[in-house]
């Protein structure tokens, strides 16, 4: 049973940092994408980043420059360093990877911008 464990959102001001990070455990196969969608109230789910295996990345294109994806292979660990924060940035943030043909997600944790 593949688990997810998110940590690392909270409160912060407009234009601070947010590092979130997500362990995956419980596959005996390698986690193929691994990656982090949001959730922002009344509105649906959006892809924020993924990145492969192999070090590719994705990101939503209004995201590019603020946000950047990584992880550890070797840990099964994928990170999220968001900069540059904005209020419209408040959101669930969900965890989400792929493997074997499935994609698991984590419980969200909760991202909030505001002074």
């Known amino acids: 049973q593949v688990q997810l464990v998110e940590s690392g959102g909270g409160l912060v001001q407009p234009g601070g940092s947010l590092r979130l990070s997500c362990l995956a455990s419980?596959?005996?196969?390698?986690?193929?994408?691994m990656g982090w969608y949001r959730q922002a109230p009344g509105k649906q789910r959006e892809l924020v980043a993924e990145?492969?295996?192999?070090?590719?990345?994705n990101y939503a294109d209004s995201l590019k420059g603020r946000f950047t994806i990584s992880r550890d292979n070797a840990k099964n660990t994928v990170s999220l360093q968001m900069n540059s924060l904005k209020p419209e940035d408040a959101a669930v943030y969900y965890c989400?990877?792929?493997?074997?043909?499935?994609?698991?997600w984590g419980q969200g944790t909760q991202v909030t911008v505001s002074s």
């Open positions: 989400n990877v792929e493997t074997m043909g499935n994609r698991y």
């Open positions: 419980g596959s005996i196969f390698s986690f193929n994408i």
């Open positions: 990145i492969t295996f192999g070090g590719g990345t």
